[in-house]
C-alpha cells in the first residue's frame, strides 16, 4: 500500500467543523510534502494546503483561515481541521503524498457534505 487513504469524511451542518485524517504509507517525516486537495462538484480540483517533511504548513490563498493541516508524527497521519464550514465546502478531499520525481501518490479522496 503507497497510496494515502483519507477518512473522516460526513454529512455537516454549516457552521460546524470537520477533522479529516489522512494516513500515510511510510514515515510521514520522510515525505517530502504531504497535499491535501479537494474538489468541488462539477469543478476542477484545488489546492488546499501542504506540510511539508519539517513540519511546514502552506495554505492555499483561498483557504488561509479557513483550516488548520498539521500531523501526528508518531501515527503517521496527516489531518486537516475544517471550521465554519460552508455548503461550498461540499468537495471530495483529497490526501497526495510527494516523495520525490516517480513517487507521486494520491488517496482516493473522501467525501464532505455540508447542509444548509
Known amino acids: 500500500q503507497v497510496h494515502p487513504v483519507e477518512s473522516g469524511g460526513g454529512l455537516v451542518q454549516a457552521g460546524q467543523s470537520l477533522r479529516l485524517s489522512c494516513a500515510a504509507s511510510?514515515?510521514?517525516?520522510?515525505?517530502?510534502?504531504m497535499f491535501w486537495y479537494r474538489q468541488p462538484p462539477g469543478k476542477e480540483r484545488e489546492l488546499v494546503g501542504g506540510i511539508t517533511s519539517d513540519g511546514i504548513v502552506n495554505y492555499a490563498r483561498s483557504m488561509k483561515g479557513r483550516c488548520t493541516i498539521s500531523r501526528d508524527t508518531s501515527e503517521n497521519l496527516m489531518y486537516l481541521d475544517l471550521n465554519g464550514l460552508k455548503p461550498e465546502d461540499t468537495a471530495v478531499y483529497y490526501c497526495r503524498a510527494f516523495h520525490g520525481a516517480g513517487r507521486d501518490y494520491w488517496g482516493k479522496g473522501t467525501l464532505v457534505t455540508i447542509s444548509s
Open positions: 511510510e514515515t510521514i517525516t520522510t515525505i517530502n510534502v
